[in-house]
């Protein structure tokens, strides 16, 4: 079963920066939209960015330039860049990507298990 494996997580101080990464745990043959969410203290679980195969993104309204989301699909990778941090970005931040596993695969849908992100001074 594939798995979706993050990491760049951590504990930064207001106004700095993280890269988050998330790959899957075993060659996929392709991917389609892969996106990042977050899930605070006592919140729901909301989109933060996704890209489709091709490059085209997608924010949220909170991220007014912050984050920027990338991918490699030579490395089946996902990347999220944030910058400017806030004590209000402090939350869970999950993977989900749509992978087909063989050519004759339906899609299915995956998430990470999930990095903590704790913007505090």
């Known amino acids: 079963q594939v798995q979706l494996v993050e990491s760049g997580g951590g504990l930064v101080q207001p106004g700095g920066s993280l890269r988050l990464s998330c790959t899957t745990s075993?060659?996929?043959?392709?991917?389609?939209?892969m996106g990042w969410y977050r899930q605070g203290p006592g919140t729901q679980r909301e989109l933060v960015a996704d890209?489709?195969?091709?490059?085209?993104?997608n924010y949220a309204d909170f991220m007014k330039g912050r984050f920027t989301i990338s991918r490699d699909n030579a490395k089946n990778t996902v990347y999220l860049q944030m910058n400017s941090l806030k004590p209000e970005d402090t939350a869970v931040y999950y993977c989900?990507?749509?992978?087909?596993?063989?050519?004759?695969?339906?899609?299915?849908?995956?998430w990470g298990q999930g990095t903590q992100v704790t913007v505090s001074s």
């Open positions: 075993e060659r996929v043959f392709s991917i389609e939209t």
């Open positions: 989900n990507a749509d992978c087909r596993e063989t050519r004759s695969s339906s899609l299915v849908n995956y």
């Open positions: 890209i489709s195969r091709l490059g085209s993104t």
